[in-house]
Protein backbone atom coordinates (compact mmCIF):
# COMPACT_ATOMS: atom_id res chain seq x y z
CA UNK A 1 0.00 0.00 0.00
CA UNK A 2 1.33 3.45 -0.73
CA UNK A 3 -0.13 5.43 2.43
CA UNK A 4 -2.49 7.71 0.62
CA UNK A 5 -5.09 6.69 2.74
CA UNK A 6 -4.68 9.75 4.58
CA UNK A 7 -4.73 12.72 1.93
CA UNK A 8 -4.09 16.33 3.62
CA UNK A 9 -4.07 18.29 0.33
CA UNK A 10 -5.30 17.93 -3.28
CA UNK A 11 -4.07 20.22 -5.65
CA UNK A 12 -5.46 20.73 -9.82
CA UNK A 13 -2.54 21.63 -11.72
CA UNK A 14 -3.42 23.19 -15.14
CA UNK A 15 -1.46 22.05 -18.48
CA UNK A 16 1.09 24.74 -19.14
CA UNK A 17 0.95 25.74 -15.84
CA UNK A 18 3.66 25.20 -12.32
CA UNK A 19 2.82 24.46 -8.91
CA UNK A 20 4.87 24.57 -6.06
CA UNK A 21 4.16 22.44 -2.96
CA UNK A 22 5.96 22.74 0.65
CA UNK A 23 6.60 18.80 1.96
CA UNK A 24 7.49 17.25 4.80
CA UNK A 25 10.36 14.39 5.40
CA UNK A 26 8.07 11.20 4.50
CA UNK A 27 4.97 13.15 3.17
CA UNK A 28 3.34 11.35 0.20
CA UNK A 29 3.20 12.98 -3.14
CA UNK A 30 0.84 11.14 -6.10
CA UNK A 31 0.73 12.71 -8.98
CA UNK A 32 -2.15 11.65 -11.35
CA UNK A 33 -2.51 12.40 -15.16
CA UNK A 34 -6.25 12.61 -15.40
CA UNK A 35 -6.80 12.36 -19.13
CA UNK A 36 -3.52 10.34 -19.94
CA UNK A 37 -0.69 10.85 -22.31
CA UNK A 38 0.48 14.08 -19.86
CA UNK A 39 4.25 14.79 -19.42
CA UNK A 40 5.20 16.63 -16.22
CA UNK A 41 8.39 18.14 -15.21
CA UNK A 42 9.40 17.59 -11.87
CA UNK A 43 12.15 19.58 -9.42
CA UNK A 44 12.29 19.03 -5.94
CA UNK A 45 14.47 21.84 -3.55
CA UNK A 46 15.62 21.34 -0.27
CA UNK A 47 13.29 23.36 1.91
CA UNK A 48 16.11 24.44 4.30
CA UNK A 49 18.55 25.21 1.51
CA UNK A 50 17.29 25.48 -2.11
CA UNK A 51 21.26 25.10 -3.69
CA UNK A 52 20.45 21.34 -2.73
CA UNK A 53 18.30 20.11 -5.42
CA UNK A 54 17.48 17.45 -7.30
CA UNK A 55 20.00 16.10 -9.87
CA UNK A 56 18.96 14.05 -12.79
CA UNK A 57 22.81 13.72 -13.85
CA UNK A 58 23.94 12.44 -9.91
CA UNK A 59 20.59 10.31 -9.63
CA UNK A 60 21.58 8.28 -12.53
CA UNK A 61 25.16 7.82 -11.85
CA UNK A 62 24.06 6.61 -8.26
CA UNK A 63 21.74 4.20 -9.35
CA UNK A 64 23.22 2.97 -12.42
CA UNK A 65 20.51 3.04 -14.49
CA UNK A 66 18.51 5.89 -16.92
CA UNK A 67 16.00 6.96 -14.17
CA UNK A 68 14.74 5.39 -11.26
CA UNK A 69 11.98 2.47 -10.93
CA UNK A 70 9.79 1.96 -7.58
CA UNK A 71 12.15 1.39 -4.46
CA UNK A 72 14.54 3.73 -5.73
CA UNK A 73 15.40 7.08 -5.27
CA UNK A 74 16.20 10.66 -6.82
CA UNK A 75 19.34 11.86 -5.51
CA UNK A 76 20.16 15.70 -4.70
CA UNK A 77 23.57 17.28 -6.22
CA UNK A 78 24.96 16.65 -2.84
CA UNK A 79 23.99 12.96 -3.20
CA UNK A 80 21.29 13.32 -0.91
CA UNK A 81 18.05 10.90 -1.58
CA UNK A 82 14.93 13.32 -2.04
CA UNK A 83 12.32 11.73 -3.12
CA UNK A 84 11.64 7.87 -3.44
CA UNK A 85 9.21 6.19 -5.62
CA UNK A 86 6.87 4.46 -3.71
CA UNK A 87 4.39 2.98 -6.08
CA UNK A 88 4.13 3.28 -10.43
CA UNK A 89 0.78 2.68 -11.61
CA UNK A 90 2.07 3.65 -15.28
CA UNK A 91 3.84 2.59 -18.22
CA UNK A 92 7.04 3.63 -16.52
CA UNK A 93 8.31 6.41 -18.79
CA UNK A 94 10.02 9.18 -16.65
CA UNK A 95 12.71 10.45 -18.56
CA UNK A 96 15.74 12.42 -16.82
CA UNK A 97 17.72 13.20 -20.53
CA UNK A 98 16.03 16.10 -21.37
CA UNK A 99 15.42 19.79 -20.75
CA UNK A 100 13.10 21.56 -19.88
CA UNK A 101 11.16 22.91 -22.89
CA UNK A 102 11.94 26.63 -23.31
CA UNK A 103 10.70 29.84 -25.29
CA UNK A 104 13.81 28.86 -27.96
CA UNK A 105 12.76 25.58 -28.35
CA UNK A 106 9.19 26.77 -29.31
CA UNK A 107 10.92 29.11 -31.34
CA UNK A 108 12.78 26.27 -32.95
CA UNK A 109 9.59 24.41 -33.66
CA UNK A 110 8.19 27.84 -35.72
CA UNK A 111 6.34 29.88 -32.85
CA UNK A 112 6.15 32.80 -32.99
CA UNK A 113 5.49 35.28 -30.28
CA UNK A 114 5.56 33.70 -26.56
CA UNK A 115 4.45 30.20 -26.27
CA UNK A 116 3.63 28.94 -22.52
CA UNK A 117 6.97 26.54 -21.35
CA UNK A 118 7.97 25.03 -18.37
CA UNK A 119 11.18 26.71 -17.85
CA UNK A 120 9.45 29.90 -17.40
CA UNK A 121 6.81 28.51 -15.05
CA UNK A 122 9.46 27.05 -12.76
CA UNK A 123 11.43 30.49 -12.78
CA UNK A 124 7.70 32.00 -11.38
CA UNK A 125 7.63 29.73 -8.61
CA UNK A 126 10.49 30.03 -7.65
CA UNK A 127 10.64 33.46 -8.02
CA UNK A 128 7.35 33.58 -5.48
CA UNK A 129 9.58 31.87 -2.90
CA UNK A 130 12.05 34.71 -3.26
CA UNK A 131 14.32 32.16 -5.02
CA UNK A 132 16.39 33.30 -8.11
CA UNK A 133 18.50 30.46 -10.60
CA UNK A 134 20.53 31.79 -13.67
CA UNK A 135 19.77 28.05 -15.33
CA UNK A 136 16.79 26.10 -14.95
CA UNK A 137 17.70 23.03 -13.40
CA UNK A 138 17.23 19.73 -15.70
CA UNK A 139 13.78 18.20 -14.81
CA UNK A 140 13.09 14.87 -13.77
CA UNK A 141 10.70 14.43 -16.68
CA UNK A 142 7.72 12.04 -14.93
CA UNK A 143 5.43 10.16 -17.80
CA UNK A 144 7.76 11.42 -20.76
CA UNK A 145 8.28 8.85 -23.35
CA UNK A 146 12.43 9.12 -24.42
CA UNK A 147 13.09 6.17 -26.56
CA UNK A 148 16.97 4.98 -26.27
CA UNK A 149 17.57 3.16 -29.73
CA UNK A 150 20.57 0.89 -29.84
CA UNK A 151 22.59 2.81 -32.24
CA UNK A 152 22.50 5.82 -28.99
CA UNK A 153 20.17 8.36 -30.91
CA UNK A 154 17.24 9.19 -28.99
CA UNK A 155 13.18 10.05 -29.58
CA UNK A 156 10.68 11.93 -28.17
CA UNK A 157 7.70 9.84 -28.82
CA UNK A 158 3.51 10.10 -27.30
CA UNK A 159 3.36 8.69 -23.48
CA UNK A 160 1.97 5.55 -22.76
CA UNK A 161 0.15 6.44 -19.80
CA UNK A 162 -3.53 6.27 -19.75
CA UNK A 163 -6.04 8.65 -17.77
CA UNK A 164 -5.66 7.67 -14.10
CA UNK A 165 -2.04 6.85 -14.01
CA UNK A 166 0.10 7.52 -10.90
CA UNK A 167 3.13 7.38 -9.47
CA UNK A 168 3.87 8.00 -5.46
CA UNK A 169 6.68 9.34 -4.26
CA UNK A 170 8.01 9.82 -0.70
CA UNK A 171 10.12 13.00 0.36
CA UNK A 172 13.09 12.23 2.44
CA UNK A 173 13.52 15.32 3.21
CA UNK A 174 11.90 18.84 3.60
CA UNK A 175 11.51 20.22 0.22
CA UNK A 176 9.70 22.36 -2.06
CA UNK A 177 8.50 20.52 -5.40
CA UNK A 178 7.73 22.09 -8.12
CA UNK A 179 4.98 20.34 -10.95
CA UNK A 180 4.86 21.79 -14.15
CA UNK A 181 2.37 19.74 -16.94
CA UNK A 182 4.41 20.79 -19.65
CA UNK A 183 2.86 22.27 -22.67
CA UNK A 184 3.95 20.99 -25.73
CA UNK A 185 1.40 21.00 -28.22
CA UNK A 186 3.76 20.66 -31.74
CA UNK A 187 6.39 17.98 -31.11
CA UNK A 188 4.43 14.07 -29.48
CA UNK A 189 5.67 14.64 -26.34
CA UNK A 190 2.01 15.27 -24.86
CA UNK A 191 0.42 12.93 -27.78
CA UNK A 192 -0.63 16.71 -29.05
CA UNK A 193 -3.00 17.52 -26.46
CA UNK A 194 -1.64 18.68 -23.00
CA UNK A 195 -4.27 18.57 -20.11
CA UNK A 196 -4.22 18.94 -16.51
CA UNK A 197 -2.84 16.61 -13.50
CA UNK A 198 -3.78 16.14 -10.20
CA UNK A 199 -1.27 16.16 -7.46
CA UNK A 200 -2.33 14.78 -3.54
CA UNK A 201 0.00 15.25 -0.50
CA UNK A 202 -0.80 11.88 2.00
CA UNK A 203 0.78 12.34 5.11
Not at 120 to 129: P, R
Not at 139 to 149: A, D, S
Request: glycine fraction near 8%; charge should be negative.
Amino acid sequence: MSGMENIVATYHVPAGTGKTIKVDTGDLVRITDLEGQQPVDFWAFNADDPKELLSCEHTKVLIGRLSPVAGESAYTNRRHPIVTIVEDNSPGEHDMECAACDILRYRLLGVEGYHANCQDNLHGELKALGLEFDVAPQPWNLFTNVVVHPDRTMTIEAPSNKAGDNIVLRAEMGAYIVVAPCPQDIAPTCGGRPTDVQVDIGR
